[in-house]
């Protein structure tokens, strides 16, 4: 695969992991729309054109600058578990199953996150935001080869439920790639939030519909779930790597695990290790370990418990924790097997206000679940709640689940500098952590930080093993070292799915915006 440059504007960058996505950001700003009107536009974009990665049914996270406020500022757009989602409620379950109506346990926070980011900062009409999501849906657009690879995998799942099925394989078949593929509910649902905003969603025929499904179906959200729900705006964690200030989002993100992992490895000297190596490598690999010990202790719904960040993001702890590493042996530190089904984009515009959002359905297709006449799937986010009542993370009422996703923003110098994410899981801050020390140590453009070969560690649902998946184009000697090192080494394809898509905007030396794209995803960088 041909390793392209990234694509450099000098008055606005968009980056997303569908064309058609960027592409409506795009338009918006050249309509007069600013950046957060423009990212709007390729949240609700993405919802239609990946409905199996994210949609109106599922949460996301905002991080949002505006260089007049001179400050970063995080909403947090997931929701809680309803009244009724308890572990009493799944008494006789070892877990809270993964599919159907029984998975959707928290409100969908995606809408009321359109509407907050839009109403604090947004220039344009909020329906023109939406304009090019409800074309797209109305009058359908090209399947992707990623969406038709996902609808194959999850056909069983798909074929489960009446509704899911009649959007997703029409007449139970397969649709291909590069059909065009069409949404008239979500086109109804999405006109219903174009006019009606938030309070249709959650308090109007949208909710009355999505509540009315799950009451039929034995589900455990409500109207009263629906009806009460509101994200909130928070103030972003932050953490120095060298001359560069990161932001992250707090808990329940597992944003600080990404501001740890930095920490950890800036107690090294990247200038004595070359990138690519198996030093490298097992650098990333033991500091991301180390950090996910601590996440999967302590993360869970900080309203539900308390999370000693101070602590776990000093710089003397992560000493500490970089003494532990060795570059002859792997760790025994456990991963947490998740979803890893996600979209990651950002929106630079001219006056430098600036965006970094990621959102999701957790697994792919979510819970699999379309509630009634929507043409809204359901996510399953909730299913990663324990049923273990010991458990930080148990199911209460009322609850926000530990949650993977976590976008990020850089600053250098006082200026914004780096604008990065993934999809994937358990591999948002490892792909993050490469990506990011590419750009910083290595002077990779963006493009070629998410082109480089990549790694993921740790397990995802139904493998029995913390496997290490290294790309083909890792060196096979460093692969072999690896595996002497204690890792248990899978090698995968060159260009391999399973690494997520990564997306990153830097703001080079010269000012100018420079925009890669995961040439895993269908995605592009927009710029001018």
Known sequence: MEKNRSVIGSEAMVVSPHY?????????????????DAAVAVSACLAVVYPHMTGLGGDSFWLAYRPQDGEVRGYNGSGRSGYRANIEAFRG????????????VTVPGMVDAWCAIHAEYGRLDFAETLEAAIGYATEGFPLSNDQYVNTRAQAGILAAFQHTTSIYMPGGELPAAGARFVQPQLARSLREVAVGRREAFYKGTVAAEI???????????????????????????????????????PPNSQGFVGLMALHVLETFDFGCVEH??????????????LSFRDRNAFLTDPAFAAIPLERLLSKPYAAGLASAIRMDGALPVDSVPAGNDTAYAAVVDREGNAVSFIQSLYFEFGSGVVAGDTGILLQNRGSFFSLDPLHVNCLQPGKRTFHTLMPAMAFRGGSLDMLYGTQGGEGQPQTQTAVFTRMADYGMDPRRAVDEPRFLWGRTWGEPSQELKLESRI??????????????????????????????????????????????SDGAAIGW
């Open 276 to 289: 690519g190596t198996h030093e490298y490598y097992q650098l990333m690999i033991e500091a991301l370990k």
């Open 93 to 104: 379950c070892a877990a809270i199953p993964v599919r159907g109506v029984r998975s959707a």
């Open 475 to 520: 060196d096979s000697s460093v692969a072999e070292s690896l595996a002497e090192a204690g890792h248990c080494v899978r090698v995968v394809g060159a260009y391999d799915g399973v690494m997520g898509h990564a997306h990153a905007i830097m703001v080079g030396e010269f000012g100018f915006f420079q925009g890669g794209t995961d040439p895993r």
């Open 211 to 249: 509540s009315r499904y799950l009451h039929q179906e034995g589900g455990l959200l409500t109207a009263d779930d629906f009806a009460d729900h509101a994200g909130e705006w928070v103030t972003p964690l932050s953490g120095t790597y060298r001359d560069r200030i990161v932001y992250q989002m």
């Open 20 to 36: 058609l996505a960027s592409s409506a950001g795009a338009r918006i700003l050249q309509k007069g729309g600013n950046a957060f």
